[in-house]
């Protein structure tokens, strides 16, 4: 999990990488490695409090239509999982008022770069 999310971090502007929220899972048992490499912090939310990491109980509700719990992530195709960042990343969301994650990203992408020239 790490060497991945390590990878994808590295497509993220620098601006934008500042920290990071996890739940106590066992994937980020490697988070002062993760830390070390890519220089985000790790913050863990206490037990049984998911309101503390945002919209990341929605979005893994959005991830289990295409990836029940238990699935075996090991016998998933990069492809398989590339197809749905993408299709999660148009989806339209209630938080972004009906935008897309890529949509807001994009905004923010562009108004940080006009910011820098100016």
């Known amino acids: 999990v790490r060497k991945a999310m390590v ?3 590295e497509r993220i ?3 934008f990488k500042k920290s990071l929220t996890y739940d106590r899972g066992s994937e980020m048992s490697q988070h ?3 830390t070390k490499e890519t220089k985000i912090k790790v913050f863990f939310a206490d037990p049984h409090s998911p309101w503390q990491r945002g919209t ?3 979005t893994n509700g959005l ?3 295409y990836f ?3 699935t075996d992530f090991k016998e998933v195709s990069v ?3 590339k197809e749905v960042e993408n299709k999660l990343n148009a989806r339209p ?3 972004l008022e009906y935008y897309t994650p890529a949509e807001k990203f994009y905004e923010l992408i562009n108004n940080q770069k006009f910011a820098l020239v100016t």
């Open 7 to 9: 990878k994808a971090f």
């Open 13 to 15: 502007p620098e601006q």
């Open 32 to 34: 002062k490695l993760f």
């Open 56 to 58: 990341n109980e929605n």
């Open 63 to 65: 991830i289990r239509q």
């Open 68 to 70: 029940p719990k238990g």
């Open 79 to 81: 492809k398989r999982i």
């Open 93 to 95: 969301r209630k938080t």
